[in-house]
């Protein structure tokens, strides 16, 4: 089947089950604005509906995942025409926006948006050589697509304060040292072989089950932890219902591979 043609994307599927998008912005190193977020989250949302896909890998290029909103289109805005058109809402939705999982895999730079559109990824893949930060400070702004808010669930108020008021980088291996991003690899050819060998893993199972896996995790960041354990216990009687838990568990008893019916 055709892929649709973007203007700021590539869109492959370089994997069985595995959708690839590259942000493709190179001239302005992909900076965010409106046309290429628009792109992404109907490539992402293209992916979701997809039954051959079972998991995305969203990248940039080796000199840049993404260098930010695009500072160019930000410039004259007003704050009737930021608050108006709740500006950037469109493109914080990745997490909600779609139910299998996505993995980040950062070479180069990711500032500002950049940095806050990678956080939003299921798993975040990264090289020694990635370039993270919330420059936004030194703009005369704070992030916008909740970086003061991921950033510091993912590394901890004292480090993310310090960041985001210094406006300072850091690199892909902070990143991973604090918890940020899930692996490091050395070299950005790595990180993206990597990112699609766990997407191709991910994309291999039970698709529901992949889903449910991933709704239950994201819980836990808006969850206590007793709510967070009887969501999770209702997701899991749940997947009772569904043929790939029959399927699975017959499989191990019979020592086959499971043959996913993905309902
Ligand atoms: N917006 C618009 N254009 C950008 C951009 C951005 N965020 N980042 C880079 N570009 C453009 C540059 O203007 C330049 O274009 P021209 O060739 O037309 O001049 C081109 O991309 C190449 O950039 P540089 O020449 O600057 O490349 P470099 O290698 O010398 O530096 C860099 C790379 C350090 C990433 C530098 O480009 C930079 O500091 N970029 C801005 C980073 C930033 O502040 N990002 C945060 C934006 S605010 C935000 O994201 C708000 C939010 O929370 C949503």
Not at 19 to 48: C, M, S, V
Not at 133 to 161: F, Y
Not at 199 to 208: G, L, N, V, W
Request: overall charge neutral; glycine content about 10%.
């Amino acid at each position: 089947p055709s892929e649709p043609q973007y203007e700021f994307l590539k869109v492959s599927t370089p994997r069985p089950g595995v959708g690839l998008i590259e942000l493709h912005r190179p001239k302005a190193l992909n900076a965010l604005f409106t046309p290429l977020i628009l792109e992404l989250n109907a490539a992402l949302r293209a992916f979701d509906k997809s039954t051959d896909i079972g998991c995305t890998v969203l990248t940039g290029s080796y000199k840049a995942f993404a260098a930010g909103a695009d500072i160019k289109e930000m410039a004259p805005k007003t704050f009737a025409e930021a608050y108006g058109s709740d500006f950037i809402e469109s493109w914080s939705g990745l997490p909600n926006l779609i139910k299998k999982p996505c993995i980040s895999a950062v070479n180069g730079h990711a500032l500002g948006g950049g940095c806050e559109l990678a956080m939003m990824a299921d798993v975040l893949y990264c090289s020694t050589a990635a370039n993270f930060g919330q420059p936004e400070i030194k703009l005369g702004i704070i992030p916008g697509a909740g970086g003061s808010q991921r950033l510091t669930r993912a590394i901890g108020k004292a480090r993310a304060m310090e960041l985001i008021l210094t406006g300072k980088n850091f690199s892909g291996q902070d990143a991973y040292d604090w918890g940020l991003a899930a692996r490091v690899f050395a070299t950005p050819e790595e990180c993206l072989t990597g990112a699609l060998d766990t997407a191709e893993t991910i994309a291999s199972y039970s698709r529901i089950a992949v889903k449910a896996a991933k709704e239950v995790v994201n819980k836990s960041q808006d969850l206590g932890i007793r709510e967070g354990v009887e969501f999770e216990r209702r997701v899991f009687h749940g997947l009772f219902g569904s043929e790939d838990q029959k399927i699975g568990m017959k499989a191990f008893a019979e020592k086959k591979k499971a043959e996913w019916v993905h309902r």
